[in-house]
């Protein structure tokens, strides 16, 4: 998914931008503030550049912070999904249920997702020709003939989420591999949208016009490991990122929905 390769989890300054540290104790803020006063005290009609402004501010809220003019009145913890004052996020029974209903939604989609990548002939070792003008759109190195033949799937990235709008941070987007002469190389699994549904992979404008023609057409059979798997590493990430607001507000819980009810 797209928010789960985000970042790199490692805090930055937003002042001097060093990395393991932030504002709140750079010591380079402390040391503009104070040349900062001092020129203020020392030249008058002195004009503050944008950093000195920035790091007088901070300084300010340092010593706010410090001493603070009131206590704030402690609001009730809420669960961090459905914002219930009565549990907390572990014991939220409506995540429970979110997390029933994404395994029963990506079950069935890689069931038929598998069905139609059968259908298509688009397994393993299936022999594919590739147009010119696509070949091009895609910059990878492929055979001036177009021809490659498809030698496996990334299954890591390969869920139901392939199936969401580009537009949703919960997009995934996995890759399956070719070779063609003496090339090798791994392409979106979202260049075979045209081939074999576009409700199975959503696809953007820049991911082609033209299916790949099957010239010899091989089935798939992936592990059944992963057909009947519910757990993975994105998905444990989805489950503690999801709001369930957030979820019904973008469509993704009707999204979800839709697969779990999928026969």
Do not use: H
């Given at each position: 998914m797209k928010g789960f390769y985000w970042g790199d989890g490692m805090v930055h300054c937003s002042f001097c931008g060093q990395r393991h540290h932030n504002i709140t104790t750079c010591a380079l803020v402390t040391a503009t503030a104070s040349q900062a006063m001092h020129k203020l005290d020392t030249t008058p009609n002195y004009i503050l550049s944008r950093d000195e402004h920035k790091a007088l501010y901070e300084i300010k809220r340092r010593v706010e912070r410090k001493h603070p003019k009131e206590k704030r009145k402690r609001s009730p913890p809420r669960c961090s999904y459905c914002r219930s004052t009565s549990h907390k996020r572990p014991k939220c029974e409506s995540l429970g249920q979110l997390r029933q209903l994404v395994y029963k939604a990506n079950k069935n989609w890689k069931r038929l997702f598998v069905q139609?990548?059968?259908?298509?002939?688009?397994?393993?070792?299936?022999?594919?020709?590739?147009?010119?003008?696509?070949?091009?759109n895609l910059s990878v190195n492929i055979e001036p003939n177009g021809i490659a033949m498809i030698t496996g799937y990334n299954i890591k990235d390969l869920n139901v989420f392939c199936a969401l709008d580009a537009y949703s941070?919960?997009?995934?987007?996995?890759?399956?591999?070719?070779m063609s002469g003496e090339y090798t190389e791994n392409l979106s699994i979202k260049f075979?949208?045209?081939?074999?549904?576009?409700?199975?992979?959503?696809?953007g404008w820049w991911y082609g016009e033209l299916p790949p023609k099957v010239l010899n057409?091989?089935?798939?059979?992936?592990?059944?490991?992963?057909?009947?798997?519910e757990w993975d590493e994105i998905m444990d990430w989805f489950f503690?990122?999801?709001?369930?607001?957030?979820?019904?507000?973008?469509?993704v819980m009707d999204f979800i929905e839709k697969w779990a009810n999928k026969i």
């Open positions: 139609r990548v059968n259908e298509c002939g688009l397994g393993i070792g299936a022999l594919i020709e590739m147009k010119a003008s696509f070949i091009r941070q919960y997009q995934s987007n996995s890759t399956f591999q070719i075979l949208s045209m081939a074999v549904d576009y409700n199975l992979l959503a696809r057409p091989m089935a798939w059979k992936p592990d059944k490991e992963w057909l009947n798997s503690k990122d999801a709001k369930k607001f957030d979820l019904q507000n973008t469509g």
